[in-house]
């Protein structure tokens, strides 16, 4: 379209130099006379047409004359006298005057909404391009046609007193209310995102039909009634066919609503007021405030961002909202919560799970959300969880000023909440549990509905009996995990590190259940660190580890119990209590490598193997260099003290050694027995280097089959019944011990199995 504004004031000036030479003339010459098109300002065309005199009295009365009838750049949007006659009759004023009178202010933010900042011709409104300008090319104009679909108007609220919290404290402050952002539903808004565009509007405005056609637009509630802006000297001029009611932020909006006081009012726990930008409040001469509700999006600004010359974010960012009613909340509270979870009444709940609850009710979609979308599974929460509502029977369905609220009095667990991490956030019992959880950044991978898992949920006494010890520590800022350091005697916040380490040793994936019977051996998210059930018990591999210890007396085994989500599983698994006094955790410590260089007492049960390692040769300070090196992980067979006591005659370069019954061994090595000793004891060696090892041998793991070892020898691993054994060769094949039920002693830098013979 031909920018018209931009010749006439060509037009203007030209005029402007010749009438100095001959004014008398150029009004005879109709070379020199006003096209047709030229109508005069804004105001000029409203009175021209003869229809618009509500409108006009209106803008009069707002004091917005000086910028209609002015020079001032701007858009209109213009209602006739019909459409504001049916608005003031439905808002229960008998004239504009009336309403002037009972309600200056808001007739002040109505005219204003139409009152659009800047000239929009045509394109603009159906495809505004606030990147490239006028000088996108084609291609551009496809990227997110139509979904930069906000303009500023002149519509604000003024200053108001408000009371809240500003740093912590609480205090009256003056809050500054920025102009409002008008939505325009372009045809190319709906193409972009594939869905219909009739339907999809009238969705949220029931009372207005869609007549954007295939090229046009819709104005928030009103149809546009032309098919081609109207040029005025200061703009542009579209006609409505109703007036538009000024949109409220969706906190006011909801705030506004008695049903959704109680979800509202743990929004406002977070509020607290921050110094609007500097450039706002040097333009009043005054310090203001804004309310924001960090860290939940800030649904209380009118604006997204409060520079106004980020036009992208403001023209498209967006909040879509599924808002609870107080019954859908109340019926929550009751099935999810109830008495025996701790928490009393919605007040009782702890902010970090308000948090999440609050921001599962938000899409993470920065674009306005249709319930097209919704049907078609293209929306999710913000914390990447789906939205899975039925959009028919959503009671409120409102566009806001700065997004969209989706009001529903029912509600289903947020995914969250149902899924195997639910017990954290439904129970106080498992409140430090709820806390390393968030710190771990882990939250919304164990609510995933792509895998199923199987969580234990450490209670809060198991955190506080730990060693180190963890607590849960409240302060003015809020609640924070905490961890007792004994290098300075003092408590310091859990890293995220930590808050990892202590998730993913109580979680395991694509799993789903703990037997009961049997033995079953699980590999927790920690790499090489297992969980081992057996009989309905359970340990972890590091308590596994502790058997070796010869003063070791008691069981690694201790209980578990299912914590259900009401009598049946959660929706991506099943969570578990257990009954050891401090928490799981992974191996740690000097490793196995460690244990065999230096295992000199005689009560281990790899005494004799660590002290062949030592006779051939292979132990330097502490470790075992030829066999065993940094990153690498190895599995290793030893045999038992016996085995190699009543097979020392059959071990290379051993003929000079004797055992007695108390496996003292006796004798030397000499310097060529070593070399076969070493040679040989390699061979029970399996490395990484040379094999890739995914898992650590037991009963239905993936360690089967062929392996290199560190010596010359391939060694076999196999599984027969429910238990392992290892071999050189078919024929000469050896069972690993019973005594531990083929369950591997598993460290950082490897593991272990015991077997009943010596490998040949």
Known sequence: MTNKYALFKKVCILLAVISFASCHDIADDDHY???????????????????????????????????????????VMAPDDQAWQSFLQAEGYSSVEDMYQKNPLQLRKTVGYHLMYYAYDWSKMVNFRPTEGDGATEEQKQVAAGLYYKHRTRSMDEMEQMRGKLNGVDTTVTVYHY?????????LMFASKGIDAKSNYEYFYPGSAWTGGSNGFNVSNAGVTDNEATVTDNGYLYHVNQVIKPLETIHTTLKNNANYSDFINLYDTYASFVEA???????????????????????????PVTNYRSVATLERGTYTILAPSNQAIS????????????????????????QYFIMQSFAENTDPVFPEEIEKNQVMTAYGTPVNINTSEVDDRLFCANGIVYGMNDMDAPAIFSSVVG????????????????????VLSLASDKANFVTLVPNNLQFNQNEPQMRLNVTTQGKNLEVYSDVDGNFANVSSGQARSIVNMHTASNVSELKTSGTQVIETNTAFNYWYVRDGKITTSALFNEQLNPAYQGNPFVGFHEVSNNGEPWNNGRAYSYDYPMLFAEASGDGLTHRLAVGNDKNYEYYLFAQLLQKAGLVQNGTIPSIVSDDTRYIVFVPTNQAIKDNISKIPGCSALTIADDYTISGNVSTSNKTLLANYLRNYFVSSLMNTITSYPYPGSSCKGSFYTMGTETMTIGEEGDGLYVGFSPESRVGVSRKYFSLPFAFADGCMHFIDGILQ
């Open 33 to 75: 006379k006003a096209p047709d098109w030229l109508k005069g300002n804004a105001w000029e065309v409203m009175e021209s047409e003869g229809n618009h005199t509500t409108f006009l009295k209106a803008i009069e009365l707002s004091g917005f004359k000086p910028i209609v009838n002015g020079q001032s750049i701007l858009t």
């Open 179 to 187: 102009e409002r952002y008008l939505p325009v539903f372009s045809h």
């Open 277 to 303: 930008d500097q450039e706002t409040s040097t333009s009043l001469g005054k310090v203001v405030y804004v309310q924001v509700h960090n860290p939940l999006p800030n649904i209380a600004l009118e604006w």
């Open 331 to 354: 019926r929550f509270f009751q099935t999810f919560w109830g008495p025996q979870s701790g928490y009393l009444s919605l007040s009782d709940l702890d902010p970090l799970i308000l």
């Open 423 to 442: 017990p954290a956030f439904r129970d106080t019992t498992y409140q430090c549990f709820l806390y390393a959880l968030d710190a771990s950044d882990l």
